[in-house]
């Protein structure tokens, strides 16, 4: 059962628009959500989060998103750039004694075309 | 400098034979995981340690799972003995303490046949 979803497997965009990645939680307990960024032979690096005592979260060309009503969160990236092709995971965390438990999506994979 | 390390990148073996991952987190970390990356599965937490206690190994499949963390700069994560089905990337993670994010090394991408 998985409790963190991120249902498009790929999504491909043109250099300079926007890339909205999404991701749908179950767990009403997780209260602190992740991106990460994966390029092939690395390890996953971090990227951005966000609490859910907030809405929305930004870094640059990068912004999350939450609506804890409907327990999704996407992330925005505008504009997009080739350099961020790469796999995007969504990860969840409770809070408590097992605050440091993350439980990731499988991954979107981003392709931005020149 | 340096991030997580993780020996070795690559490791091909014959099923039954035993498998050491290794791992040196970021220095001054006190928090380590250990997970495991598959098609069907995702990346799933095997074993986290906080200050070289195993707190929670729950995601530790079978026996034949073990992992260890002697001190502050080292751990390793066992497969004995080893089954085509443990073929997978295996990622160490390290965190400043449990609530900061973690800090990924590169994998290690084991093959069994």
């Known amino acids: 059962d998985q409790q963190v979803k991120q249902n498009s497997p790929s999504l491909s965009v043109q250099e300079g628009r926007i890339s909205i990645l999404n991701c749908d939680y179950t767990?009403?307990?997780?209260?602190?959500f992740l991106w990460y960024k994966k390029y092939p032979a690395e390890g996953p690096t971090f990227l951005i989060s966000i609490s859910s005592i907030k809405d929305k979260n930004e870094d640059g060309r990068f912004t999350v998103f939450l609506n804890k009503s409907a327990k999704h969160l996407s992330l925005h990236i505008v504009p997009s750039q080739p350099g961020d092709s790469a796999v995007y995971f969504c990860?969840?965390?409770?809070?408590?004694?097992?605050?440091?438990?993350?439980?990731f999506g499988k991954g979107t994979l981003l392709t931005v075309n020149p | 400098d340096a991030g997580v390390i993780q020996s070795p990148r690559h490791e091909v073996t014959e099923m039954g034979q035993e498998v050491t991952l290794r791992c040196k987190p970021i220095?001054?970390?006190?928090?380590l995981f250990w997970y495991r990356q598959t098609m069907m599965r995702g990346l799933e937490l095997l074993i986290y340690?906080?200050?070289?206690?195993?707190?929670?190994d729950s995601g530790m499949p079978e026996d034949r799972f073990s992992a260890k963390m002697p001190n502050a700069s080292f751990s390793t994560l066992k497969i004995q003995p080893s089954e085509p089905r443990d073929s997978a990337v295996y990622f160490c993670?390290?965190?400043?303490?449990?609530?900061?994010?973690?800090?990924f090394g590169p994998g290690t991408r084991l093959t069994v046949t």
């Open positions: 340690f906080n200050n070289n206690v195993p707190i929670d």
């Open positions: 990860a969840a965390r409770g809070s408590g004694g097992s605050n440091y438990k993350l439980t």
């Open positions: 220095s001054g970390h006190n928090s």
């Open positions: 767990n009403s307990m997780f209260d602190y």
């Open positions: 993670a390290s965190s400043f303490s449990d609530y900061y994010e973690q800090y």
